[in-house]
């Protein structure tokens, strides 16, 4: 069992920046062995996937609307994930979340196990 708690979320200009983190607890010993993402989820809207990274931090992923902006990263040490968000803009406001699997990074959050509450990021114009 892995317990997820994101924070770093808040209220940001356009073209401002925002660090989220997500640091595992409980089985943690097993931190390395699982695939994390982020996901958001924008008012009204479904889940999406923004990006992934795999257990060695090896293999990342990241939807096409993120790419050049936000950079996923990972601290095994320290059992924190990370989103590196920069030139945020007002579409990037969603509630964001963490989650994992024991398996290989995919886009479908329903390969994820374990998920964080989330955090909200509010980007104004």
């Known amino acids: 069992q892995v317990q997820l708690v994101e924070s770093g979320g808040g209220l940001v200009q356009a073209g401002g920046s925002l660090r989220l983190s997500c640091a595992a607890s409980?089985?943690?010993?097993?931190?390395?062995?699982?695939?994390m993402a982020w996901f958001r989820q924008p008012p009204g809207n479904e889940r999406e996937f923004v990006a992934g990274i795999g257990g060695s931090g090896s293999v990342t992923s990241a939807t096409d609307t993120v790419q050049g902006r936000f950079t996923i990263s990972r601290d095994n040490a320290k059992n924190t994930l990370y989103l590196e968000m920069n030139n945020l803009k007002p579409e990037d406001t969603a509630v964001y979340y963490c989650?994992?699997?024991?398996?290989?990074?995919?886009?479908?959050?329903?390969?994820?196990?374990?998920w964080g509450q989330g955090t909200q990021v509010t980007v104004s114009s």
């Open positions: 409980g089985r943690t010993y097993t931190f390395p062995n699982y695939a």
């Open positions: 989650a994992a699997q024991f398996w290989e990074v995919t886009r479908d959050p329903k390969s994820y196990t374990y």
